[in-house]
Each structure stands twice: as structure tokens, then as C-alpha cells.
């Protein structure tokens, strides 16, 4: 069966010289037709550079995105047309402020999508598909012809919701999609994007750096730092059993799926890295809580890059020493500087 999305050793870089970033690296994944596969990370490392190169806004240096077994590299060259890709692929965006075109009202915004993506439509059948849109996304039908400033935060995300599915897209990228909206509505959001995903049998990424709403979503999380993906698993099995030390450090940070309180034994401890200078051998080497500065004997983290054997480990972990079920601790307490850390994070 055609993966809805396979990337293979997917790799993007910003910049030149000594300002070259390796945004997302030698990055494997895929989508299977009809999954939701959360990824989540903290902020930088890579999750939208992903989501970009999927739509085709950003080109990989190396790698391949392949959307329903069509190389979207393919499109510069006229092999599949940019609208062909349209239809493969849609993105929801943060930002429902910046996303819709102020001039435009409601109606005419997910038109134009549909004038655009579904070319043998009436202008009768693009009305009645109009309405049939806003339907889906629980909007009142006399909400057409309203202008994106008449419209709360949610309700312009319904509306940009809408217009991603007008050209029925096999495969939807969900990127921070509540992340701009008040907390009341980013659960109607939420559960909205979970009925239409089950009614449709979309294929779909959703993204964000909240662990309980990709929990929430999906089938199976896979776990960003510094552009690498570092663990992928089944969601359930990987909350209830992490294998990398960064997912624990996730995990741990979030007190409702940690136990009742914040683990300050898994604080990560210190800074991250310069993005233009990821460290040597494991990524996370210089934070992790269980690394070579924490144990004794892990001098290879520092050393040997962990994702080389990855696949052979469960949840094909890039770490040389995969957490097991009954791990003990870290020893050693939580700094005042970790905790100041923690709080940057989860504000
Ligand atoms: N257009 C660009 N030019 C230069 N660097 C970029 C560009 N886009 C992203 N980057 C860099 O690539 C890295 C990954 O950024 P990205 O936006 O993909 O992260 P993210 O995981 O989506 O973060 P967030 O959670 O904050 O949205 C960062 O170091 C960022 O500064
Ligand atoms: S490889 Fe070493 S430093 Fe990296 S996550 Fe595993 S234990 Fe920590
Ligand atoms: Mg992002």
C-alpha cells in the first residue's frame, strides 16, 4: 500500500557559510493512508521547515517527500502540477489571523479554492459545495458572506479548515493549528479536526509542541530535536513507556499525563544548542538527564551518532542506552536555573 506521505532521509538547510542551519536532518517518516501521526518537538526544532517542504514551500537539499508516492520535487519540473500537489496535500497554518485574505469574504475565499483545486465544478455546484464546507466545519450557512474581521479566531480557522478540505486533499498538515486561539476554543478545534479526520479517512500531520493534543490526535508520535526525529512510536506505548531520554523530558514536563506533578528529576540540564553547531555524536548529549555528564561510562554519546543503528532499537530510539520500563531516576536534583528553563518552556 502507497504510504499518504514517506519522507526519506529528509534534509533542509537555511542559510550560507557560518550562518548555514540545518533545519531538519536525514529525517525518515512515514504516513499511512487514513493515520494521524503527531509530531512534536520543542520550538526550533524543525517541525514546520517539515510541514513547508511537504506543501512544497521549501525545497530539501537532500531526500525525498513523496505525497501519495508522487515526488513532489517533481512539480518544478511540470511532472506533477502545482495543483495536482493541491489536491494531495493541504496545510492549516497557526495563524488564522494572516492565513485568510482580509478582502475576501467567506464564501469567496473557499471558492476561490474550489475554482482553483476542482476545475470541472459549476458555478451552482461550487455554491452548493460552499455550503456543504461550512457545514462540515460547523459554521452557520450565514456565515458566507462575512469577512475574516467579523470572525472570532476559531471560526476563521473553521473557515480556513474548510478551505483545505475544498479540494479533498488525501493528506492534511495540521501545523500549531490551536496555538493562536483562546484556550475554550482550541478543544472545539481540536475535536472538530478529529471527527472530520474519522468521517473522511484523512491521512494526516498534526503538529505542535503540546504532547496532550498530539496525544489527543494521533495514532503515532514521533518526537523532534534539533531537526532529528529521535523516537517514533504507537501514542499510548510511547506516553506510557518512553525509550529517549528526551521524550521523557517532554513527557515529564507535562504534570496531567506525568502523574500529578511536574518530575523535576528528568529536567533537561541546561540550554539548547546553537542550531549552527549541533553537537557531536547524540544531539541531546550536552542536556540529557541520563548523559554522559550524569553517568558514568556514556562517553560514546559524545561521540557516536546514535541514529545509525536507531532501527534496531524499540521505538527506533536515537540513543545509545534506550530507557527501559523500569528506569531508575536521574540522580541528582533540579537546579534553580532548571526551573526557570521549565517555566520559559511551558508558558
Ligand atoms: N526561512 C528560514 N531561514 C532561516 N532559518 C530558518 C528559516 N525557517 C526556519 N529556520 C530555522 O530552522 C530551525 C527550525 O525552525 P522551525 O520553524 O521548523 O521549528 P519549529 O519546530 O516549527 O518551531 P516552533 O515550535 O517555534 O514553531 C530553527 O533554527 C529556525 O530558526
Ligand atoms: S545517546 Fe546518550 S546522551 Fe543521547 S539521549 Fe541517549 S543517553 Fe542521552
Ligand atoms: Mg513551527
Redesign the pocket.
Known sequence: MTSALQLENLTIA??RGRNR?V??QGVDLRVEPGEVVGLV????????????AVVGL?QPAAGRVLVAGHNIRNSRRGRISRSELASLAQMVF?DPYSSLDPRMSVARTIDEALRYGRRGLSRAERQREVMRLLETVTLDGAYADRMPSQLSGGQRQRVAIARSLAVRPKLLIA??VTAALDVSVQAQILNLLRTIQRAEGLSMLF?S?NLSMVRYLSDRIAV?YM?EIVEVGPSEELVRSPTHPYTKVLLAAVPKLAGDEVDEMWLPVGETAD?RHPPQGCRFHPRCPVGPGIRSGRELCQTLDPREDASLRPHSAACHFPLKSDEPAPARAATHFDRADLSRRKS
Not at 518537538?41 to 513547508?52: L, M, P, Q
Open positions: 537555511f542559510g542551519v533545519a531538519v518537538g520543542e520550538s526550533g526544532s524543525g517541525k514546520s521547515t517539515i510541514a513547508r521549501v497557526q501545523d500549531e503538529i509542541h523532534m531537526g542550531p
